[in-house]
């Protein structure tokens, strides 16, 4: 079974920063695609960041110039550094991955959340 989980979420002010780390385990063979996501309530989840396995990453407009997502392969780990935070980034924010379990099946978990607040 693959698990992910992210943490680093918590309350910051505006203008502030923020770093969410999301690990993964269990039994995988490899991990391609891997992303940060967000959710408020009453609006459907939407993409923040992806990074492929190789590649240039992809970010929502809001967040470009804003956010960077990276990786670290050998420790199965991805990141998001948020600075210059605003309060319209206060969200739940969800790490998924794209990955082939040791048997060889395509899995696409999703973690817990972690709660972003930027208020002051």
């Known amino acids: 079974q693959v698990h992910v989980v992210e943490s680093g979420g918590g309350l910051v002010q505006p203008g502030g920063s923020l770093r969410l780390s999301c690990a993964v385990s269990?039994?995988?063979?490899?991990?391609?695609?891997m992303g940060w996501y967000r959710q408020t309530p009453g609006k459907q989840r939407e993409l923040v960041a992806t990074?492929?396995?190789?590649?240039?990453?992809n970010y929502a407009d809001s967040v470009k110039g804003r956010f960077t997502i990276s990786r670290d392969n050998a420790k199965r780990t991805l990141y998001l550094q948020m600075n210059s935070l605003k309060p319209e980034d206060t969200a739940v924010y969800y790490c998924?991955?794209?990955?082939?379990?040791?048997?060889?099946?395509?899995?696409?978990?999703w973690g817990q959340g972690t709660q972003v607040t930027v208020s002051s």
């Open positions: 998924n991955v794209v990955a082939v379990s040791l048997f060889g099946g395509r899995v696409n978990p």
């Open positions: 269990g039994g995988i063979r490899s991990i391609s695609d």
């Open positions: 990074i492929p396995s190789s590649g240039s990453a």
